[in-house]
């Protein structure tokens, strides 16, 4: 007996404060009357406070208060609220209400018994809320494949499947599907992946990647699984759309006349192209590295390449092939950057010689072509000769017939005349027909032109012409004949200054020498402010032994002028208009000058 007075005294004294749990006691003016430890830990000082005012920090009392209606009916109450602690933070807890009821049937008093739970809570709100909001569908199937429950993604994509079959709403089968990644997970525990095509609310058909995994109970024992689906049709569309586009790239590498290589972040050769492999003269099966084929390419490029702004372009250079030939090539490299850091390599390669051949072609066309309108010019002038001639000899024979010497001494004149233009043509023909070998070298282009302003300077001063030079004094040497250079200049200045003084503005003309350089074409330009060409003339100017100087000239000068221009690989043009001047231009690309014979190619 008297340890079981010992028992129920501790009761009374320890057990309220040793329980895991917050208890009070209130009266029905809702005072707090006994509150045990944890309670004051959790919500603070208690002592002559009302309930409200302890568990909610407020001044009235609560609506729908459980606690009143306990009083009222007598009946204890379980359900949730929401407070503050001691520190003012909000707790959410679940409270039993039990009344005390006294032996008349009276109830004193409530007993209040209050579990935190606002961890709990937090934990299951995310869950909630990943469950839902999750960028994937997510549903949970019983054994017998209805589906339990699903989230947000599943119910906007296939509508509300609970309590359906996932083989009929999910594929619109009538029975299990034969490859089922939820009865693999379901046979053996483990979790399984599998892709599935899905029917939609809307009737689309989207692929998914399904991944399913058991929700095991405290006993180790499981009825559920989760399966997830992450939706891979776009992915696979663009799978099919890179296998394309990485085919079509393939394909237009392998057949590309352009030689194409590549090198990875690792110094390996990656691509090597045909095209790449015939300008190198090198077999299918060999294997290329990276050290070779700098060896193969110009000297420096490929580190200028790696090393440089990421793009280099060289329009001409020669490249050496396997068997220490070489070929003359348009060369591309570009620089490829990763994140990392770590940088590869591109390589385009054209060959030019085949483009070579046809420039040669052409040039060699474009001189044959010069000389067929040198013959043609020169059947036109011996034409105009023998009809001088016969003029003559038709004057002196038929005076001699009528015995008038005046008729006899006038044809003698004609033949005269004549004949010395017979001996001058001959002569300038002769120089024009034999011409000379060009003799490349390097020269600077102002100087030429200063020259020939320099020699002109005293004859159009003569005849008050102003001659005007104007160099840029920074065009670098070029590989050129100088002396042809200067003829041509020479001609073309000697024109200006005669057409000068034929001009009506006595006194007043002006001759300019230009020379400047764009784009890699060196240019010179001779205009003159005389009088002009009209649009007949300007036909005739590079066709025939054309002159406007009458006995004064032959009309070789121009045509010796557009013979050693194409033999440059130029060309010159002409603008002119009559009564306001005349402008002709020289260009000379500097890829297509002439090599000196003892260049290495």
Not at 198 to 209: A, C, L, Q, V
Not at 415 to 435: A, C, M, P, Q, Y
Request: proline content about 3%; some cysteine.
């Amino acid at each position: 007996m008297p340890e079981k007075i010992k028992l129920m005294d501790w009761i009374r004294e320890h057990l309220f404060n040793v329980v895991p749990m917050s208890i009070a006691v209130i009266d029905r003016d809702f005072n707090l009357v006994y509150a045990n430890k944890p309670f004051e830990e959790k919500f603070g000082k208690w002592k002559g406070k009302k309930c409200f005012s302890v568990y909610k920090s407020s001044t009235t009392m609560c609506l729908n208060c459980k606690g009143a209606e306990a009083f009222q009916d007598g009946k204890p109450r379980v359900n949730e609220e929401i407070g503050f602690d001691k520190s003012g933070k909000l707790t959410k807890y679940i409270k039993h209400t039990m009344p005390v009821v006294d032996s008349d049937g009276s109830i004193p008093f409530l007993v209040e018994m209050a579990t935190d739970i606002t961890e709990a809570s937090i934990i299951k709100k995310e869950y909630q809320l990943l469950f839902d909001q999750v960028p994937c569908s997510i549903l949970v199937i019983d054994r017998n494949f209805r589906i339990v429950r699903t989230n947000k993604k599943i119910r906007e994509t296939f509508g509300d499947l609970t309590g359906k079959y996932c083989y009929s709403s999910l594929k619109g089968f009538n029975d299990k599907c034969l490859e089922c990644t939820a009865r693999d997970t379901f046979s053996d525990g483990e979790m399984h992946t599998g892709n599935h095509v899905w029917r939609t609310k809307d009737g689309e058909d989207i692929h998914s990647h399904v991944s399913t995994v058991p929700l095991f109970k405290e006993d180790g024992t499981f009825d559920m699984v989760m399966e997830m689906a992450v939706d891979i049709t776009h992915t696979l569309e663009l799978e099919d759309e890179l296998k394309i586009a990485y085919s079509f790239m393939e394909t237009m590498i392998a057949t590309a006349i352009d030689g194409i290589i590549a090198i990875d972040i690792e110094g390996d050769i990656i691509i090597f192209n045909k095209a790449a492999r015939d300008i190198f003269n090198i077999h299918d099966k060999r294997k290329m590295t990276k050290i070779e084929l700098e060896v193969l390419l110009p000297e420096g490029f490929m580190a200028q390449v790696l090393l440089g702004p990421g793009h280099v372009y060289l329009p001409e250079a020669y490249v050496k092939t396997i068997d220490d030939d070489k070929k003359p090539v348009r060369l591309s490299g570009n620089k490829i950057e990763f994140g990392d850091g770590k940088s590869g390599m591109a390589f385009s390669i054209q060959d030019l010689r085949e483009l070579k051949r046809l420039e040669s072609e052409k040039l060699e066309a474009e001189r044959m072509a010069a000389v067929g309108q040198t013959v043609a010019g020169l059947a036109h002038g011996v034409k105009n000769l023998i009809t001088g001639l016969e003029g003559g000899m038709y004057m002196m024979n038929s005076g001699m017939k009528k015995g008038d010497v005046d008729r006899i001494q006038k044809g003698l004149e004609m033949l005269d005349r004549n004949i010395l233009r017979v001996s001058t043509f001959v002569k300038e023909f002769l120089n024009f027909s034999k011409g000379r070998k060009i003799k490349v070298g390097e020269c600077e282009p102002g100087k030429i032109a200063r020259d020939v302003v320099e020699l002109y300077a005293s004859q159009a001063g003569k005849f008050s012409v102003e001659l005007i030079c104007e160099t840029d004094d920074n065009i670098m040497p070029a590989l050129m004949d100088g002396e042809g250079i200067h003829e041509c200049l020479t001609n073309l200045v000697g024109n200006a200054i005669d057409a000068c003084r034929m001009s009506d503005n006595q006194g007043g003309n002006h001759v300019w020498v230009k020379t400047h350089e764009k784009d890699d074409v060196i240019v010179y330009e001779v205009v003159d402010d005389g009088c002009g060409m009209d649009y007949e003339v300007k036909k005739k100017v590079f066709t025939n032994f054309f002159t406007t100087k009458g006995l004064g000239g032959t009309g070789i000068g121009l045509l010796t002028t557009k013979k050693i221009v194409q033999e440059h690989g130029g060309k010159i043009e002409l603008q002119s208009e009559e009564g306001k001047g005349t402008t002709f231009r020289i260009r000379l690309p500097r890829n297509r000058l002439p090599k000196p014979e003892s260049i290495d190619i």
